[in-house]
């Protein structure tokens, strides 16, 4: 029988604000008291947890000053150590406070924009001090209720800007980061620029430094917009931008849910799961979610613990499906190939072009291969459900 026990090597990574979160929404107020971020941390350690994320305010609280700082610093080097933990990412908290009420990035007011890029540079400062190597942007506030307030164009502008200013100053300090633009289509904003993996990876094309700048996408996100994730995580792999994920739950059409990796949607997620492992992609299986309200101190580390353990167990589903011998034949058989023909699609060429005008098809012939859909999707169906 497979083990499903995490082990460092599995990558998997937390947000601190996943299990610090206290269970308040906006119906109603916290239902667990505040978890020190360096319990936080010690405590995704003992779990095999690979590595740890923060917001700037996660770690550091908001205006602290720098005998504080430098203590917080000084104590989570030490449990990095101890229990060997890495910071895998970092990220600012540009959506909590009221400052921020109307865009930070895309803010009408230059001085909050120049806050907005200091706070940044300062948090990528200690993210680099304490390892991180992916820097990730979500524009929780880049947005609007009330279109005629800001025009699309303009906000993009001044998002266009930051970015480039912020890719400046991490190649002038020397900073090895990647960033990632994370999507999402609404809230808190009613809508936010940059809303899914289509729209961002448009716009990191226009940017001065392009080769720096990859997706984030999120799972509840995706699913938030009706998209299918598999298809969003897909497109930015292939386009060489998948520079981090965040993985969980979501039910469709919904609210930003955040629920535990694999507790909706289990076929979608196998998929996810399938496309990171069997392209051995090279970052962390991050998971940005939260426990349940009801769940008291006990139930958080049970929600950090069934989270990697579900990941494992559809791992172990995936190896069953490259594995199975009928599936694999109904992939082979609905795969054609013409090694002529695909090389005359290839690439363009002008005497590839009237060979390629030249062929003879015949559509109704080719329309009779059989396609056994429903076999396969039954056949992954009783896989998952451990009948196959």
């Not at 008291?296 to 167990?313: A, P, R």
């Not at 329309?367 to 896989?383: G, I, M, N, T, V």
Request: aromatic residues 12%; proline residues 4%; charged residues 30%.
């Amino acid at each position: 029988m497979a083990s499903f026990k995490p082990k460092k090597e599995h990558r998997f990574s937390f947000g601190l604000w996943c299990t610090a979160n206290r269970g308040r929404d906006p119906f109603g107020e916290e239902t667990r008291s505040r978890l020190d971020p360096l319990t936080n941390i010690k405590e995704l350690g003992k779990r095999n947890v690979y590595g740890f994320n923060f917001h700037d305010d996660d770690l550091i609280p908001f205006g602290a000053n720098l005998q504080l700082r430098n203590k917080i610093i000084k104590g989570t080097k030490q449990i990095m150590r101890d229990y060997n933990i890495v910071c895998s990412m970092a990220t600012t908290n540009l959506f909590y406070h009221r400052v921020f009420k109307d865009g930070a990035f895309t803010s009408h007011d230059p001085r909050v924009r120049a806050f907005a890029l200091q706070k940044v540079m300062k948090n990528m400062d200690l993210g680099a001090e304490l390892g991180a190597k992916t820097y990730v942007f979500w524009g929780g506030r880049e947005g609007t209720e009330v279109d005629a307030s800001k025009t699309p164009g303009e906000a993009i502008k001044r998002y266009r800007e930051c970015m480039n200013y912020l890719c400046s100053y991490a190649r002038h300090q020397g900073y090895n980061y990647r960033f990632a633009i994370e999507p999402k289509p609404n809230e808190p904003r009613g809508d936010i620029f940059l809303a899914t993996t289509g729209h961002v990876l448009a716009f990191i094309e226009t940017l001065d430094y392009p080769e720096m700048v990859g997706v984030n996408p999120e799972i509840e996100h995706s699913r938030m917009a009706g998209l299918n994730t598999y298809h969003d995580f897909g497109q930015a792999m292939e386009a060489g931008k998948l520079y981090h994920v965040d993985l969980g739950a979501q039910k469709p059409n919904r609210f930003d849910q955040d629920l535990r990796f694999g507790s909706e949607d289990i076929k979608e997620t196998f998929f996810v799961v399938k496309l990171l492992e069997d392209n051995n992609w090279a970052g962390t299986r991050n998971f940005d979610e939260h426990p349940y309200r009801n769940e008291d101190e006990k139930g958080v580390w049970d929600f950090v613990e069934g989270s990697m353990k579900t990941y494992l167990i559809l791992w172990d589903k995936v190896r069953q499906f490259n594995a199975d011998k009928k599936i694999q034949q109904i992939l082979k058989d609905i795969h054609g190939t013409d090694p002529a023909l695909e090389h005359l699609m290839g690439r363009y060429t002008p005497e590839g072009a009237s060979k390629l005008r030249a062929q003879s098809f015949d559509p109704m012939a080719l329309s009779k291969k059989r396609l056994p859909y429903e076999e396969l999707d039954q056949r992954l169906q009783e896989l998952l459900m451990g009948v196959a």
